[in-house]
């Protein structure tokens, strides 16, 4: 791998570091239980800058996928909403956006609000709870299995423990016959990449919330497994497929995978 791709991190790291570090300081000033949550309240700085522009730069392969969805759509990790505007409204009768970081609940709801969907009609949930806080999803939703359409754009590279989350998620929150689509940057299949994306990780996920350049996302999903009514491990998924991203150079320390995974019935 050439050096120059292996250090491209650092053009990333110092640019958000230049537009959320005074932010940052800001808010902390006007608000001083925000240090005990600096790494979030950074985050949603650098992301009001470079949500739009990345959006952008994965805008062919979300338009494709999402366009997927349809029901009661759960998008993990919603952030200011870029997701929303890639569903068909006529397809999609509810979207309950997870966001944990309630500094962008103000944009995500206006976003929201834009496509057709509000808060007072029940065609919009917003929940501040993590992707691991499956009771409370459960809870705010009326019940096992109230989801047909689970979406994670550029979200489970900050989730702890994905693969139990994911599993968790799909077992309990999707419902039988229901779909996964997602879009990540995961670990990249060549070794000198993924030596990168290990040795990066650790700095990295301390500015950007936890996002990790390692994770192996698009493995964790097609390898899920349940029990069947005899208690026997059976694959989760009726059919699955995933995908790159057209024309992404394999260096790129933020490769990317997208998928869709049908649940069985």
């Known amino acids: 791998m050439k050096l120059s791709a292996a250090f491209a991190l650092f053009d990333d790291l110092f640019?958000?570091?230049?537009?959320?570090?005074?932010?940052?300081?800001?808010?902390?000033?006007?608000?001083?239980?925000?240090?005990?949550?600096?790494?979030r309240t950074f985050m949603s700085h650098v992301w009001s800058a470079f949500?739009?522009?990345?959006?952008?730069?994965?805008?062919?392969?979300?338009?494709?996928?999402?366009?997927?969805?349809?029901?009661?759509?759960?998008d993990l990790g919603a952030g200011f909403g870029h997701t929303i505007q890639y569903l068909d409204r006529s397809k999609v009768a509810r979207y309950v956006a997870l966001e944990p970081n309630t500094q962008m609940h103000p944009g995500l709801r206006q976003a929201a609000e834009k496509q057709g969907y509000h808060e007072s009609e029940g065609s919009l949930i917003?929940?501040?709870?993590?992707?691991?806080?499956?009771?409370?999803?459960?809870?705010?939703l009326g019940g096992p299995h109230p989801v047909d359409t689970i979406t994670s754009v550029l979200t489970l590279c900050s989730i702890p423990s994905p693969d139990r989350v994911?599993?968790?998620?799909?077992?309990?929150?999707?419902?039988?016959?229901?779909?996964?689509?997602?879009?990540?940057?995961?670990?990249?299949?060549?070794?000198?990449?993924?030596?990168?994306?290990?040795?990066?990780?650790?700095?990295?996920?301390?500015?950007?919330?936890?996002c990790r350049l390692d994770c192996p996302t698009h493995l964790h999903i097609r390898e899920m497994t349940c029990a069947d009514d005899e208690?026997?491990?059976?694959?989760?998924?009726?059919?699955?497929?995933?995908?790159?991203?057209p024309g992404e150079p394999e260096e790129n320390l933020w490769w990317h995978q997208a998928g869709r995974f049908v649940k069985h019935v």
């Open 166 to 210: 994911l599993n968790t998620l799909v077992r309990d929150v999707l419902k039988p016959g229901g779909q996964m689509l997602f879009y990540e940057h995961v670990l990249s299949p060549r070794a000198d990449v993924a030596w990168w994306q290990r040795f990066w990780t650790p700095l990295w996920s301390i500015f950007l919330d936890g």
């Open 15 to 39: 640019a958000a570091v230049r537009v959320a570090f005074v932010p940052t300081l800001k808010d902390i000033y006007q608000k001083p239980s925000l240090i005990f949550h600096v790494s």
């Open 231 to 245: 208690g026997k491990e059976v694959g989760m998924w009726a059919e699955g497929e995933s995908w790159g991203k």
């Open 126 to 140: 917003i929940l501040s709870c993590g992707a691991e806080d499956t009771l409370q999803i459960l809870e705010a």
């Open 51 to 74: 949500a739009a522009p990345t959006d952008e730069n994965g805008r062919p392969v979300k338009k494709a996928l999402l366009l997927y969805a349809a029901g009661t759509v759960l």
